[in-house]
């Protein structure tokens, strides 16, 4: 599994890494939220461990936009923070962080809170409708049992739909959690849309087009059997 570290003091960051790795774990490390973003664009990892006192961006900041996006809102976030009063470590909770271990720490309970956060992925959801099947965890989709290869945009983009069912998703909003700003990519979505209905087959009627709104997924009254 892939856990990804933002932290600024190198001491600290080298031990966090090098337990992690020597426990089975895949691990990028990032000094700024910057090439933190930049690479989180790219590949989700399965959790995030976040120091709060960075520079450029405060910590608490970098965690309110991970769970305000609803691409990166599920991956279990760790703040590792020595900011250590009931206050701080309340806040870090009610921000959304899934633990919060002050510093100093010990590396056998860094590991063990890990193992316990990446337990949870195992109940990750699946998401199922009208023959369209995705699993999160494994990156899959299937349709009527076919396996169907889609890009990393264009899965996100039929997780965001298939979450949600008959919910109308506004342009401004997908392309915020999808790409993670809204404006001038237009065209982008409407062609990311066309590919995904094309790959979907016959399922691919299902991505409605709401004019001048956005997309949702749903079956018509005339598609039933």
Same mark, same amino acid.
């Given at each position: 599994?892939?856990?990804?570290?933002?932290?600024?003091?190198?001491?600290?960051?080298?031990?966090?890494?090098?337990? =992690? #790795? *020597? &426990?089975?774990?895949?691990? @990028?490390?990032? %000094?700024?939220?910057? $090439?933190?973003?930049? !690479?989180?664009?790219?590949?989700?990892?399965?959790?995030?461990?976040?120091?709060?006192?960075?520079?450029?961006?405060?910590?608490?900041?970098?965690?309110?936009? =991970? #769970? *305000? &996006?609803?691409?990166?809102? @599920?991956?279990? %976030?760790?703040?590792? $923070?020595?900011?250590? !009063?009931?206050?701080?470590?309340?806040?870090?909770?009610?921000?959304?962080?899934?633990?919060?271990?002050?510093?100093?720490?010990?590396?056998?309970?860094?590991?063990?809170?890990?193992?316990?956060?990446?337990?949870?992925?195992?109940?990750?959801?699946?998401?199922?409708?009208?023959?369209?099947?995705?699993?999160?965890?494994?990156?899959?989709?299937?349709?009527?049992?076919?396996?169907?290869?889609?890009?990393?945009?264009?899965?996100?983009?039929?997780?965001?739909?298939?979450?949600?069912?008959?919910?109308?998703?506004?342009?401004?909003?997908?392309?915020?959690?999808?790409?993670?700003?809204?404006?001038?990519?237009?065209?982008?979505?409407?062609?990311?849309?066309?590919?995904?209905?094309?790959?979907?087959?016959?399922?691919?009627?299902?991505?409605?087009?709401?004019?001048?709104?956005?997309?949702?997924?749903?079956?018509?009254?005339?598609?039933?059997?």
């Amino acid at each position: 599994m892939l856990i990804y570290i933002l932290e600024d003091d190198d001491n600290i960051r080298e031990i966090e890494s090098y337990t =992690l #790795k *020597s &426990n089975g774990y895949e691990v @990028e490390e990032f %000094v700024s939220p910057k $090439s933190f973003y930049n !690479t989180l664009n790219n590949e989700l990892p399965d959790l995030i461990i976040l120091d709060v006192m960075l520079p450029d961006e405060d910590g608490l900041k970098v965690l309110e936009k =991970l #769970k *305000s &996006n609803f691409v990166y809102s @599920e991956i279990p %976030v760790i703040i590792i $923070s020595a900011k250590t !009063t009931e206050l701080d470590r309340v806040k870090g909770l009610d921000l959304g962080a899934d633990d919060y271990l002050c510093k100093p720490f010990g590396v056998m309970e860094l590991v063990s809170r890990v193992k316990a956060r990446l337990r949870n992925l195992e109940k990750e959801q699946k998401f199922s409708y009208c023959g369209i099947e995705l699993s999160d965890s494994e990156r899959s989709v299937f349709v009527d049992s076919g396996k169907v290869d889609l890009t990393y945009k264009e899965f996100e983009l039929l997780k965001m739909l298939i979450s949600k069912p008959k919910t109308v998703f506004t342009r401004e909003a997908i392309l915020a959690g999808i790409w993670g700003y809204d404006d001038n990519l237009g065209r982008t979505l409407d062609m990311h849309i066309k590919t995904l209905r094309k790959k979907l087959g016959d399922k691919g009627k299902y991505i409605v087009t709401v004019r001048n709104v956005g997309y949702k997924l749903e079956k018509s009254d005339k598609d039933e059997t």
